[in-house]
């Protein structure tokens, strides 16, 4: 099933020509999402579908990694690329403002992560997504006891010794941007296929996967450097190793799931434009990070 990666209207078996003639009906009603999906990712000039078309075959195309290959260079290309995102150029060396413009936001995000990991683990008819899911849960939320600590307590305590209390990083609502994406990804994982909801949530992992400097990204979430010496705290350090740890396992065994049931399932193309929203709301909801941060700063 083809569907729009700006809105995910279904339009059709492996139809990309209804996905192109949708984009520009859409764009020329000035509809923010797919002129921005335009402009990132075919053209910038007033275009005919026809000429989308060649261009969305080699967006969709997969190589000879399936969709598993295509989701990391997807994302390499986004976030990693010969300009990396603005929020990872930021956390290479980050200042106390970046890192609770972190903490703020990200808890807001890993809230609704244990509910799209939720929805995924009721929706699925597969014991070892399941089982999958609920390591994730405790992982990012539940914990293992005192000698390991969920993400998110983590998380809280990095803003702390920060020198911002937990209560008033828990009573600040989230930016826009971080509330747009909190709707798109509850939306994702509450409709779309249990599939393609692991492909949305858990691709975002690849952002701390550290090896992903050897598929092409240009740096690492951070530079390792920061984990040694004084230039963080030590809670600060906690919370990033246990991503950069944990990442690597998590979002490659997500990502075999994804090949393992996409296919066969008949969602490739579904899942991929899933991805794509996906990120796209990632994109926005890192940059609202540094906004969060420069509110500190100021």
Request: a negative charge; glycine letters at 8%; proline letters at 5%.
């Amino acid at each position: 099933m083809t569907k729009c990666p700006a809105c995910l209207l279904p339009l059709g078996e492996d139809d990309l020509p209804a996905l192109a003639s949708h984009l520009v009906d859409r764009a020329s009603e000035s509809d923010p999402d797919h002129v921005r999906w335009l402009n990132q990712n075919l053209s910038r000039r007033k275009t005919e579908p026809a000429d989308l078309v060649p261009g969305l075959e080699r967006m969709y195309a997969l190589g000879p990694g399936g969709i598993k290959g295509w989701i990391k260079a997807r994302f390499i290309a986004k976030f990693y690329g010969k300009s990396p995102h603005p929020f990872v150029e930021a956390l290479q060396h980050p200042s106390r403002a970046t890192l609770l413009g972190y903490v703020v936001e990200h808890q807001h995000f890993l809230r609704q992560w244990v509910r799209s990991c939720s929805y995924i683990m009721a929706r699925t008819d597969q014991p070892k997504v399941v089982l999958y899911e609920l390591d994730n849960l405790n992982t990012e939320f539940g914990g293992f006891g005192p000698q390991r600590v969920a993400h998110y307590e983590l998380l809280l305590r990095m803003g702390e010794s920060l020198g911002v209390d937990r209560a008033q990083v828990l009573a600040t609502d989230p930016l826009p941007a971080t509330q747009r994406g909190i709707e798109g990804w509850n939306e994702i994982a509450a409709h779309e296929h249990w599939v393609s909801a692991i492909a949305a949530m858990h691709g975002l992992e690849l952002i701390a996967n550290r090896n992903l400097v050897n598929e092409g990204a240009s740096v690492r979430y951070f530079d390792p450097a920061i984990l040694k010496g004084s230039e963080i705290s030590d809670a600060a350090k906690n919370f990033l190793r246990e991503g950069y740890e944990a990442d690597v396992t998590h979002s490659d065994e997500a990502l075999d799931l994804v090949a393992e049931f996409a296919t066969g399932a008949g969602l490739v193309a579904a899942t991929q434009s899933t991805f794509l929203r996906s990120i796209d709301l990632f994109d926005d909801y890192l940059l609202a990070r540094l906004e969060r941060a420069g509110q500190f700063e100021a």
